[in-house]
């Protein structure tokens, strides 16, 4: 066990700040955030359907998810539906905008991580990613979190996360008071 491990903590936050920061950067002349273009794409794959299952794969809480779904339905590119089953579930309809306005977002995105993984050869990558995906099982092992699903694409919700949702439902306002009564929940 390294006796930097903060230093190791330390240097990943900064590495997803940076990927993050020269996303938005890229990505901006479209009209779009990396968070906003990660749920466009997760709700275009099939990955997730609803706030609450986008909430779980991205390791947010309900409330952001909800706010970036305001800011894309204000652009036009998603709305929400409710389900005919039951009228409580939300659904993301990714509308046909979508696809203009995100045609060339995967190459700025890869772009961007070619930039931060320049001069590592195949072998580097695939050893990054496997070291990677191994902490994460080590430490989905250890607190019983969803780390994993990052990996595995695993829908299970971790405790922390129901507890947000919770609270949410029972208490919380929708974050833009113009948006009352058109919540995106569950």
């Given at each position: 066990?390294?006796?930097?491990?903060?230093?190791?903590?330390?240097?990943?936050?900064?590495?997803?700040?940076?990927?993050?920061?020269?996303?938005?950067?890229?990505?901006?002349?479209?009209?779009?955030?990396?968070?906003?273009?990660?749920?466009?794409?997760?709700?275009?794959?099939?990955?997730?359907?609803?706030?609450?299952?986008?909430?779980?794969?991205?390791?947010?809480?309900?409330?952001?998810?909800?706010?970036?779904?305001?800011?894309?339905?204000?652009?036009?590119?998603?709305?929400?539906?409710?389900s005919s089953e039951d009228r409580r579930v939300?659904?993301?309809?990714?509308?046909?905008?979508?696809?203009?306005?995100?045609?060339?977002?995967?190459?700025?995105?890869?772009?961007?991580?070619?930039?931060?993984?320049?001069?590592?050869?195949?072998?580097?990558?695939?050893?990054?990613?496997?070291?990677?995906?191994?902490?994460?099982?080590?430490?989905s092992r250890v607190d019983g979190s969803s780390?994993?699903?990052?990996?595995?694409?695993?829908?299970?919700?971790?405790?922390?996360?129901?507890?947000?949702?919770?609270?949410?439902?029972?208490?919380?306002?929708?974050?833009?008071?113009?948006?009352?009564?058109?919540?995106?929940?569950?």
């Amino acid at each position: 066990m390294p006796e930097d491990t903060d230093d190791i903590a330390l240097m990943l936050r900064r590495l997803t700040a940076s990927i993050a920061s020269q996303a938005n950067e890229r990505l901006r002349r479209h009209g779009l955030t990396q968070s906003q273009w990660r749920v466009l794409s997760l709700v275009a794959q099939g990955q997730a359907s609803t706030p609450k299952e986008l909430a779980v794969l991205l390791s947010v809480d309900l409330g952001a998810v909800c706010r970036t779904l305001y800011r894309l339905e204000a652009k036009q590119l998603c709305r929400h539906v409710r389900s005919s089953e039951d009228r409580r579930v939300v659904r993301i309809d990714v509308t046909g905008r979508r696809l203009q306005a995100v045609a060339s977002a995967p190459a700025e995105i890869a772009e961007t991580m070619n930039l931060h993984l320049g001069g590592f050869g195949d072998t580097e990558i695939a050893m990054l990613r496997a070291l990677l995906t191994r902490a994460l099982a080590n430490g989905s092992r250890v607190d019983g979190s969803s780390s994993s699903s990052l990996s595995s694409g695993s829908m299970a919700p971790s405790a922390s996360t129901d507890a947000g949702l919770r609270r949410r439902r029972n208490g919380g306002m929708p974050p833009d008071p113009a948006q009352r009564g058109r919540a995106f929940r569950r």
